[in-house]
């Protein structure tokens, strides 16, 4: 192996990590504030670049089909509970968030031909379009066993898992799509070929964590999830309602599942159940954070990127184990160095 | 009673007894004795099963309805019309059982089961006190409209009446569990006098094992109503969800435990699960509510093995492949050309019974299993891929069922020894495609060759077979990569192989993942020739990789470029026949290599059968035999993928003419001359 190759697996490693690290950020957060370990982040990677792919193909996505699936369910809901406790106005507003808003979307992609309107636009609706699974997910499965033990909520997270990867199918079919590149650019340093959309991947990684940080540290959204992730109740007791941070939390754990999708659908082919290997290795970088810790997360994910790439090089038949084995030391690690708190 | 043997009749007894007792305290003992029945005698109609279920359990629910009726002020005001209301529905229901599939029923039980058990989720005070809630009128139409529908049900279909019955009563008329219970008794009595009013007749009905399981149907409802009746309301609530412990929170979960863990009893002798293991032993848990899958798999079986009896004396075709999972994109062409087959061969009407193995190992064999045992299949025809296949052969062979794989590995069918005997397959060995890439390389001046191949069975046979063929002509290989189908990214390994500057790559991939390694070796400037394997002969790989596969070579069947197969070649026809009829029923473009083996293994079976119907009936060992030696003998057979010779020793048959040179161009596959 030179300098060359050792440069190129780098490169190929950090831009894998980044995105895994995105989702690591995502597998945290959404573990600090609901206690829930997300096993279908991944999901939402698949569903993100397949429907970026569906719409540049000119064809309805199927992701809207189950935005109004789970719209009407969820406005059913919500609409029985507001006539039970008789309070009627809320009601229109229901409807309208729930149904109103996927039926347009639906709408005004049935009007104009989605293959046609410029990389953008796509791109936000995409977006638009899957972003919205992730709260109500967190309504229809989570909510209604927030309280529960954080197994029951693993539980719940393999169920949800799975029922997404059978959806992911039905709508997308068992082969994958790759979306073209964002970027033709290409720049030569030294000998080595640098794709302009890998380093789009690392650059737009990079910014979406800053503005994390940012969102955490200077706005009042971002405050009171890290006061829920603190301790809930006394969160609940400042008046910062639980199940609004959950949505939340779902909330960005799907614009950043989504929008990695996006990122990388153009280097690699996506399939209806890529999503959840790609989830794992957000997970394992979790796990290294000890399902707390963001930076820790982030440089973990990074880490399994760059061991991935150079597995790939030397031993390729046994580059997942080897990223896999990864987490058996350093699950070792925590336990040990960690006072161990039983849960419950 | 030919043919019962005495352990069964042991067997068949212990789940009378337990169906007895749990009829007599909460009712839905039919979901034991029922599923008991179709295991001990798999070879009995449907009809007569439930026939003789019937009949066993009218005797022990009138025991029980009647030592009830003693002790409790029994409600008759509403019973009685319920009770006439559900006898008359029931008979109906039973005779709807002839005209309607019961496929249609199996989602609205699930349908109930879930209702039913969200319910009591909810409800907190179930059945613990009684409180009649309607009066004159209205509890009387209540009662006609519930009965009648209830009885319809059990008349149709059965299991679970018990438990039903007992939930309405505690819904609409406020009744506690008790009351509940006795009512449900004198409903249940009616629905069943209804059903045997109509089986009995028709010949659907085992006197002797009748008589026995009655016998012990009603000694367990004596037992199970004479503690019912001495511990009150509370045990027949206690039995199921408690042991002490505040009651109503367990009450939800336990009935909910109750209700879905009943059918999971349909794949083994109930000895110990659902209901029952909550009666002998409490701290059992094992019916929980995990057995949902189970429990839907019970009734599915149920299901089909009654619906299977209705057409017995048709050819019943068994259908496995991965319609889902890691092979899916394989899998779906073929599940959509089964649905082009033709229904009838020879004049024979042929059922064709498709299951999934979701790319599953297990799944496939399980399939098998279930295939041969309830659908009494004639031929088996999957799976998609070949260590399904490879697991299955043991299962067909034991059953002396033939069958036909649709996988591509050459082990399915060699060696031949007395497992094999039944075993065929329609797609071209991995050895005959990998002959014919090296040929090509050696034709182009290729002296060193990288491959690059799946992380699984496929890439690894592949290589096994290329790697040896390569060895004997000489072509040095450079370089052995493994990728994953879900890998983002193979930039390590496309590294090593630009480093050996190998002269063409072989890429050992199906489908569309097999673009991502060639994509990467472009971008990455590698000059060489590029190889594919016949894996992705489908539209969607021109799709994904697109540019970057312009002048990539690969073998395949011919069905793949068939309108540009000369004139001459006898395959054109029959490969466009299946290209038209395909593209026909699902669109221009969207034909598949795949699919086509599927389509060939049915004209295998069109081959084979006439003779086979001379000699036998379907449905028997002796038509299976035949078959399976009328596929043997295939001879000159032009199908989509190339011509069949079978022979003793060869379960393939197909030679040079199953495959072609194909090379990517302009976005399209052209065959190369």
Redesign the interface.
């Known amino acids: 192996m030179d300098l060359q190759?050792a440069l190129?697996?780098g490169q190929?490693g950090v831009?894998?990590g980044a995105?895994y690290a995105l989702l690591a950020l995502a597998l945290v957060l959404v573990f600090a504030v609901t206690r829930v370990i997300f096993i279908p982040q991944g999901e939402f990677v698949a569903f993100g670049a397949l429907t970026l792919a569906s719409l540049q193909a000119g064809r309805l996505p199927g992701t809207v089909w189950l935005l109004l699936a789970m719209g009407t369910l969820i406005a059913l809901i919500e609409g029985a509970a507001a006539l039970r406790k008789r309070h009627f106005r809320r009601i229109p507003l229901i409807l309208l968030l729930n149904c109103g808003a996927p039926l347009l979307l639906a709408g005004a992609l049935v009007a104009v031909s989605s293959a046609s309107l410029p990389l953008l636009v796509q791109v936000f609706l995409a977006l638009l379009l899957v972003v919205p699974l992730g709260p109500m997910i967190y309504r229809l499965a989570y909510q209604p066993v927030a309280e529960a033990s954080v197994l029951v909520l693993l539980i719940v997270s393999v169920a949800v898992h799975v029922t997404l990867i059978?959806i992911g199918?039905l709508f997308f079919?068992?082969?994958?799509?790759?979306t073209p590149s964002f970027t033709e650019v290409s720049f030569e340093v030294g000998d080595v070929?640098l794709?302009g959309q890998t380093l789009l991947v690392l650059v737009a990684s990079v910014l979406l964590i800053i503005a994390l940080y940012f969102f955490f540290e200077r706005t009042i959204y971002g405050k009171a999830l890290r006061a829920t992730a603190m301790n809930r109740t006394g969160a609940r007791l400042m008046g910062i309602s639980g199940s609004l941070a959950g949505m939340l939390s779902f909330t960005l754990a799907a614009s950043i599942g989504a929008f990695s999708g996006i990122l990388?659908s153009p280097?690699?082919?996506i399939?209806y159940?890529?999503g959840?290997?790609?989830g794992l290795k957000g997970f394992v970088g979790a796990i290294i954070g000890g399902l707390a810790s963001y930076p820790v997360a982030a440089a973990g994910a990074i880490l399994v990127g760059l061991l991935?790439?150079?597995?790939?090089?030397?031993a390729?038949?046994f580059?997942?184990v080897i990223v896999f084995t990864l987490i058996i030391p350093v699950l070792l690690w925590r336990s040990l160095t960690t006072r161990h708190v039983e849960e419950e | 009673m030919a043919g019962v043997d005495s352990p069964t009749m042991a067997g068949l007894a212990i789940a009378a007894l337990f169906a007895g007792f749990i009829d007599a305290v909460v009712g839905g003992g039919g979901l034991i004795q029922i599923p008991a029945l179709f295991n001990a005698l798999p070879r009995e109609l449907p009809a007569t099963i439930f026939g003789t279920n019937k009949f066993s359990s009218v005797l022990g629910t009138s025991n029980a309805a009647w030592r009830y009726a003693r002790r409790v002020q029994m409600p008759w005001r509403t019973t009685l019309p319920a009770a006439v209301a559900a006898f008359s529905c029931s008979y109906v229901g039973a005779m709807a059982v002839v005209w309607l599939p019961p496929a249609m029923l199996r989602p609205l039980i699930l349908v109930m089961l879930i209702a039913a058990a969200a319910y009591t989720f909810w409800r907190r005070d179930f059945g613990a006190i009684h409180r009649p809630q309607h009066q004159g009128r209205r509890e009387f139409a209540y009662a006609l409209i519930l009965g009648g529908a209830i009885g319809f049900y059990d008349g149709f279909f059965g299991p679970g009446t018990g438990s039903f019955l007992i939930f309405l009563f505690v819904r609409f008329f406020g009744f506690d569990f008790l009351h509940a219970s006795a009512a449900a008794k004198v409903v249940n009595v009616a629905t069943n006098l209804a059903a045997l009013a109509f089986f009995i007749p028709h010949g659907h009905f085992l006197p002797m094992l009748a008589l026995l399981m009655a016998t012990c149907n009603v000694l367990g409802s004596f037992l199970g109503a004479h503690l019912a009746l001495r511990h009150g309301s509370g045990f027949v609530r206690k039995t199921f969800f408690v042991r002490g412990e505040p009651l109503y929170p367990q009450i939800r979960a336990r009935y909910l435990r109750l209700d879905l863990s009943r059918g999971s009893c349909g794949r083994t002798m109930p000895v110990c699960c659902g209901p029952v293991c909550s009666l002998c032993a409490p701290e059992n848990r094992v019916g929980g509510t995990m057995k949902i899958k189970a429990s839907t798999a019970g009734l599915v079986a149920l299901l089909a093995a009654a619906f299977a009896a209705n057409v017995q004396a048709d050819i019943n075709v068994g259908v496995t492949l991965s319609a889902t999972g890691p092979a899916a994109s394989l899998g779906i062409p073929e599940k959509n050309t089964v649905a082009l087959l033709p229904t009838t061969i020879a004049g024979q009407k042929v059922n064709y019974i498709v299951l999934d193995d979701a790319s599953d190992t297990t799944t496939a064999v399980k399939n098998t299993r279930k295939l041969i045992a309830e659908n009494k299949v004639d031929v088996i025809i999957g799976s998609t891929i070949t260590p399904n296949s490879l697991a299955m052969i043991d299962v067909v062979a034991e059953a002396g069922t033939p069958m036909i794989a649709m996988a591509a590995s050459a082990r399915i069918i060699e060696p031949m020894d007395a497992k094999r005997y039944w075993v065929f397959k329609t797609p071209q060995n991995d050895a005959q495609m990998a002959t014919a890439i090296v040929e090509h390389m050696t034709n182009n001046n290729v002296r060193t060759v990288a491959y690059i191949g799946f992380a699984d069975a496929y890439g690894e046979g592949w290589w096994n077979e290329f790697s040896k063929i390569a060895e004997v002509r000489k072509i040095q290989i450079v370089a052995n990569e493994r990728f994953n189908r879900a890998d983002t990214s193979v930039t390590g390994q496309v590294l090593k192989i630009l480093a050996t500057k190998a002269d063409a790559v072989l890429i050992g991939g199906a489908g569309t993942p097999a673009a991502l390694p060639q994509k990467s070796l472009k971008e990455k400037g590698y000059k060489g020739i590029m190889y594919q394997t016949h894996g992705v002969a489908n539209a969607d790989f021109l799709r994904v990789c697109a540019k970057d596969c312009e002048g990539t070579f690969l073998p395949a069947g011919p069905v793949l470029v068939a309108a540009q197969l000369p004139d001459a070649n006898p395959i054109k026809k029959a490969a466009l026949e299946y290209v038209g009829k395909y593209e026909a029923a699902y669109g221009k473009g969207s034909v598949s290599t795949f699919g086509a083996h599927a389509w060939d293994a049915s004209k295998l079976l069109a081959n084979a059968v006439p003779e086979a119907l001379k000699k036998a009936q379907p449905g028997t060992p002796e038509f299976r035999q035949a078959l399976r030696d009328g596929l043997e003998k295939t001879r000159n057979l032009t199908a989509a993928h190339g011509v069949f010779n079978m022979s003793p020793q060869d379960h393939l048959g197909f030679d040079q003419r199953a495959r072609v040179m194909v090379k990517v161009e302009g976005g399209s596959w052209k065959l190369v001359q």
Request: charge should be negative; proline fraction near 0%.
């Open positions: 190759i190129l697996l190929d831009t894998n995105i059978g199918l079919g068992a082969e994958g799509s790759r070929l794709q990388i280097i690699t082919t399939y159940d890529s959840f290997l790609i991935e790439s150079y597995s790939s090089f030397w390729s038949a580059k997942e």
